[in-house]
């Protein structure tokens, strides 16, 4: 397959047309938007009320819980390759409709058979795999999909207002969840999912961008696409550095997320309200990263700016153990650690996205999302597996340094990488 522009056959781009000047003026980015932002607010209602599902109407014990917990992501293990490949064949707008239905209808189910009395945890299994599926198949969609609504100059901009709503989302989403579960009952909470995935199907349908139907690629096996869309990210340097440095940073944050919890709460007798507080304060950086992702990109050179806030969303893990003293002291210092954090992978989140968007042709964007997908949450799967182990036989604060540096170790990859001498986007 060839990687040059595709021809009249292909879904074209929407930055070869004449775009509005204005993002507010694309009506058609507004829907999905609006859409997005309902079912995010959605999703994290699901974070909460799913597990809690389990633990007070089925009596989940630990181990039920984490495997709920595993069968949440593990469809991102299984499917982005081969969705990826399958979705360079089709519209991208009817996929995510279908995800967002399934999704609903799934999530609806949970109260239904509790109020007959007929959920199980086998049932709840199943029905959180299948929900993650849908998932994988949306999210590598609209990361495809945006760039056929959107002109190239809006990329950085649409992407900021997407991972925008997903900040405010988790700033916000989980203190309306435990409001809902408390006041409905965690299954029935899950009612204002479902309604969040219908409303983005409504505005999803009424998007009046007509995709051009993928070009059918007579012989081309489903598995030598995949190659294709893999060795695309291997030999692009600045997505195969992006993809890297993703699932490094994953890998050794899910250590520290294990690590750091227990400590607060076995080391430090930290409350689950003063816990909770440091991650939702913390989270609001992630609104304040989004927001002005777009002015630093216009204003500083590209590349520098993603060393820069990749390695201030790194760097500051390796205070973690070092903060000691007063419990109002550590309080402060370890929100204004994950504070930084969460600011500056804002940051790097919206422009390394506009990045590869900007350096992937439309007929391999889902085959590129899919790879970067499974490298990423390849880390994530993997590092609960090496947080358990050292948490257990070397101590919580030495997988907190361990992780700390891996961390900075891992910046290495990055700064080596030709990524730190981009002036901009476009190739």
């Known amino acids: 397959m060839s990687l040059t522009h595709p021809d009249k056959d292909i879904a074209v781009p929407a930055h070869t047309m004449v775009p509005p000047k204005s993002l507010w003026k694309n009506t058609d980015f507004l829907k999905f938007w609006t859409g997005e932002t309902t079912s995010l607010f959605g999703s994290q209602i699901t974070l909460l ?68 009395h007929a959920l199980q945890l ?12 849908g998932t994988v198949l949306f999210d590598l969609c609209w990361l495809s999909f945006i760039p056929l609504i959107v002109s190239k100059e809006h990329l950085m901009e649409a992407n900021s207002k997407v991972n925008s709503s997903s900040a405010a989302a988790e700033v916000a989403g989980p203190g309306l969840a435990g409001v809902l579960v408390q006041l409905l009952t965690a299954p029935l909470a899950l009612l204002a999912d479902s309604l969040s995935y219908i409303v983005s199907i409504v505005l999803l349908l009424l998007i009046r961008h007509q995709e051009v139907p993928p ?25 195969r550095t992006l993809a890297i440095q993703a699932g490094a940073w994953n890998f050794f944050y899910a ?5 750091f919890l227990l400590y607060m709460v076995r080391e430090l007798n930290f409350a689950p309200g003063l816990i909770g507080l440091i991650y939702a304060l913390a989270a609001i950086g992630g609104l304040l990263g989004s927001a002005i992702a777009g002015p630093l990109a216009r204003r500083f050179p590209l590349g520098p700016t993603i060393c820069a806030t990749f390695t201030l969303g790194s760097a500051p893990f390796i205070l973690l153990p070092l903060i000691t ?18 600011t500056a992978l804002g940051i790097f989140a919206v422009q390394s996205t506009s990045l590869r968007q900007a350096r992937t042709p439309p007929a391999l964007m889902a085959r590129m999302n899919a790879t970067l997908r499974l490298l990423s949450y390849g880390g994530a799967t993997l590092g609960p597996l090496v947080a358990g182990f050292l948490s257990t036989w070397i101590g919580l ?5 361990i992780a700390g540096i891996g961390f900075i170790l891992a910046l290495f990859t990055l700064f080596a990488s030709p990524v730190r001498h981009l002036q901009t986007f476009e190739p």
């Open 215 to 239: 070009q059918q690629t007579e012989g081309t096996h489903l598995f030598r696409q995949i190659g294709e869309g893999l060795q695309f990210v291997g030999k692009n340097p600045y997505i």
């Open 397 to 401: 604060r030495t997988s907190l340094w």
């Open 325 to 342: 003293g007063s419990k109002t002291l550590m309080v402060i210092l370890f929100t204004i650690v994950f504070f930084l954090v969460r």
């Open 255 to 259: 250590i520290v997320d294990i690590a």
């Open 49 to 116: 009320a799913l597990p809690l599902a389990a633990v007070l109407t089925l009596n989940a014990n630990p181990e039920q819980l984490g495997l709920l917990r595993f069968l949440e992501t593990a469809p991102y293990l299984l499917f982005p390759l081969i969705f990826g490949a399958w979705i360079e064949r089709r519209r991208k707008r009817p996929l995510m409709i279908l995800a967002n239905a399934v999704r609903a209808l799934l999530i609806v189910l949970v109260p239904l058979l509790a109020l007959s």
């Open 122 to 133: 086998p049932v709840l299994y199943l029905i959180t795999f299948c929900v993650g599926i």
